[in-house]
């Protein structure tokens, strides 16, 4: 079972509507990240909070709007997408998001499976 | 920029049989991890390494760090059909905050394997 939960596990949008994908963590982990990850393809990265701070946005289209309402919440705000923009989105948290050898682990969720129409 | 390049993208593997996947990367890694994720999955997290030529082992799986900090290797051996999955091998550069904070992730290795 992953310790970081995600919701919804399925979406299916139009391109004008308007959705969000929830990600919740209880560890105490002060690190959240967004992946985008397109089949038979790696991770990628999207966004890094830390400490509720964006710290990194990875020049990410402004269709996705990165929330952080608090230390166990991150949401992804998605407005206007493309169908290209199909994919599995991941959330993870670590620790920290820079100590001293990196993040150390990230905890995945299991993923928001989005469908662009 | 880093990047971290993964051989072979595909390994087909009798059950019961050894096999290795590579991973490379273009600067010099403060560290290495490796995440399996397995069909309709997410990426699980395996290990960490630290030091340089660091060998650690996990049952049937081997894990090395180069001498270099490098390269990193994944070996399994009598491998099962549990195994079956993509791993995938990710890096912080050298210094951490050059990279952004940003663990980069190879391409992984796609694993299936023939009962």
């Known amino acids: 079972d992953t310790e970081v939960t995600q919701t919804p596990k399925h979406l299916v949008m139009g391109m004008t509507n308007k959705k969000s994908l929830k990600c919740e963590q209880h560890?105490?982990?002060?690190?959240m990240y967004w992946y985008k990850q397109k089949a038979k393809k790696p991770p990628e990265l999207m966004f890094v909070?830390?400490?509720?701070?964006?710290?990194i946005n990875e020049s990410v289209p402004s269709r996705f709007s990165p929330e952080c309402p608090n230390s166990s919440l991150l949401n992804l705000h998605l407005h206007a997408l493309q169908p290209e923009d199909s994919a599995l989105y991941l959330c993870?948290?670590?620790?920290?998001?820079?100590?001293?050898?990196?993040?150390?682990?990230?905890?995945f969720g299991e993923g928001s499976r989005l469908t662009v129409l | 920029g880093q990047q971290v390049m993964q051989i072979p993208q595909y390994q087909h593997v009798q059950e019961g049989e050894d096999f290795t996947t590579y991973c490379n990367s273009s600067?010099?890694?403060?560290?290495i991890q490796w995440y399996k994720q397995r069909p309709g999955g997410h990426p699980v997290f395996l290990i960490q390494?630290?030091?340089?030529?660091e060998v650690k082992k996990q049952k049937r799986l081997t894990f090395q760090f180069g001498e270099a900090k490098k390269n990193s290797s994944l070996h399994i051996t009598a491998t099962q059909t549990t195994d079956v999955g993509t791993y995938f091998c990710?890096?912080?550069?050298?210094?951490?905050?050059?990279?952004?904070?940003?663990?980069?992730f190879g391409g992984g290795t796609r694993v299936l394997v023939k009962p």
């Open positions: 993870a948290s670590s620790q920290e998001a820079s100590g001293r050898y990196g993040t150390g682990e990230l905890f």
């Open positions: 560890m105490g982990h002060r690190a």
């Open positions: 909070y830390s400490y509720e701070k964006l710290s």
């Open positions: 600067t010099t890694l403060s560290n």
């Open positions: 390494l630290v030091k340089s030529g």
């Open positions: 990710a890096g912080f550069s050298i210094p951490i905050k050059a990279a952004g904070n940003k663990l980069t």
